[in-house]
């Protein structure tokens, strides 16, 4: 049970709750719980367990934080680059979105530009009310006063810009089923 729970939280990367890890694991609380225990008693790992007392998380352990840091200094000193400007504009004009509507927007893959934009704070994940198995990506308040406006709204010829993507993406979309 401790080595699932371990790979679940490590795929997952995020805290979660004891019920939803209960549901996940196809397990009572219980043996949750134990497992829970007997994983945060590992010392001397890369990774440590996290727990509030609510949610658990797999997190980089003290030791490793001076590295990391150094890694994350040298990640957010680079330019966000085209990727990272495209997927802003999607979550920007068109968000809240999916990973999956993002990377229709632009056309590839965007897990790993949407990564190192969550991690330097520019737009969050958050659990999407229409499926509770996916996250959906909207920008943070660090993005918007980064950009000196109070609301995505504010942005310049948002109307236009948000009416526009839609359009084409519909197009799109209506020429894919045609075919």
Do not use: C
């Amino acid at each position: 049970m401790e080595t699932k729970l371990e790979a679940l939280l490590f795929a997952l990367g995020r805290p979660v709750s004891r019920k939803e890890l209960a549901g996940m694991l196809g397990a009572p609380a219980e043996e949750v719980e134990t497992a829970i225990h007997n994983l945060s008693r590992v010392a001397g790992r890369g990774v440590v367990l996290v727990d509030d007392g609510k949610e658990v998380e797999l997190r980089a352990s003290g030791e490793a934080s001076a590295l990391i840091e150094k890694i994350r200094k040298e990640e957010y000193g680079r330019d966000i680059g085209k990727a990272g400007l495209e997927a802003l504009s999607a979550v920007l004009y068109r968000g809240p979105l999916t990973r999956a509507e993002i990377d229709f927007i632009r056309g590839v893959n965007s897990s790993q530009t949407l990564r190192t934009l969550t991690l330097r704070g520019l737009v969050r994940r958050v659990q999407n009310p229409k499926d509770e198995r996916s996250f959906l990506y909207e920008p943070t308040t660090e993005l918007l006063a980064e950009l000196g406006v109070e609301r995505p709204g504010d942005l310049p010829d948002y109307a236009q810009v948000r009416d526009k993507l839609q359009q084409l993406e519909e197009a799109y979309r209506q020429k894919q089923s045609d075919l």
